[in-house]
């Protein structure tokens, strides 16, 4: 449970700064996680993202405040991180549905935000099926593009769909099936977690680089703005996504972090993980989700 306990020490710490100028990085650094890791799981277990918590935290206090005391607003705007009383406004009407000149009349209604609580219970009780890969090094050619940190399972961001919009209409696909024969073009969608301090991750669209792929044509699409994405050793936690669209993606993840991780003795690590979107694939199958773990305990 060592990952419950790691989202609660993060709970703790944005409540204990929540009137300093604090941001999801600084939670994450505060139980050393890479930005991306912590901002995916928080999002993914809370329902929301750090971001976002930390914002009704302070807007919630904010109304309370000024409900019961004598607080100016734009004392109140300062207090609670906002650069001046317009934006101040804005966000406390958009969160409590009145302004904050009104929720200083006594009878206005207030919403009301608590703190967050992490409690174990009972998850599951339908089959979860997997398998554990364990893989060498590995190299791929891939079309890769930086993305920030804050659209990972953000299921109103269409960041990454687009992106792979883009590489169809830019024949990107057409490019990398050179490389492969027919039948094994397999395209894997690469996800790397972040370098620390840094806001973004990079997504790449490729294909394996084997000894069954075309190597004298992985020049020529490094040439056109390709790159290499190399992989080390890991061990893979594999799931199959079945659904029509990327949404199953995001379940799976929620049921990684809710079913999978609390019952198996695995912890998540810091790798790439990816999607395989088979060219030949079974009924229903979206894709399959590789996620890098390790033993708890195992260094």
């Known amino acids: 449970m060592e990952w419950v306990k790691l989202l609660q020490t993060a709970i703790d710490y944005m409540e204990d700064h929540l009137l300093e100028k604090i941001s999801y990085e600084d939670a994450a650094r505060a139980v050393h996680m890479s930005s991306y890791n912590f901002h995916r799981t928080f999002s993914l ?56 000149k009104a929720a200083k009349l006594r009878g206005t209604r207030l919403s009301l935000f608590n703190a967050l609580v992490i409690k174990i219970t009972l998850e599951g009780g339908k089959a979860m099926d997997y398998r554990i890969v364990e893989t060498g090094n590995k190299r791929y050619a891939a079309k890769v593009k930086a993305f920030k940190n804050e659209i990972i399972n953000d299921n109103g961001n269409q960041e990454i769909p687009d992106f792979w919009t883009q590489c169809r209409k830019d024949k990107v696909f057409d490019a990398l099936y050179t490389l492969r024969p027919e039948g094994k073009r397999d395209l894997y969608g690469l996800c790397s977690p972040t370098i620390e301090d840094e806001d973004t991750f990079d997504y790449g669209i490729g294909v394996v680089i084997d000894e069954e792929t075309a190597i004298d044509k992985v020049q020529d699409l490094i040439n056109q703005g390709f790159r290499i994405w190399e992989t080390g050793p890991a061990t893979y936690a594999v799931f199959s996504c079945y659904g029509e669209d990327g949404n199953c993606i995001n379940e799976m993840w929620s049921r990684f972090f809710k079913e999978f991780l609390p019952q198996s003795g695995y912890k998540h690590t810091e790798e790439t993980d990816f999607e395989i979107y088979f060219e030949k694939s079974s009924p229903g199958l979206f894709c399959e989700l590789w996620i890098p773990v390790t033993v708890q305990g195992k260094e």
């Open 45 to 100: 277990m809370a329902g929301m993202t750090a971001s976002e918590y930390i914002r009704n935290r302070r807007l919630s206090l904010a109304g309370q405040e000024l409900q019961m005391t004598d607080m100016k607003v734009i004392d109140a705007a300062y207090k609670y991180g906002y650069e001046t009383p317009e934006s101040f406004t804005k966000a406390f009407s958009r969160f409590h549905g009145v302004t904050p």
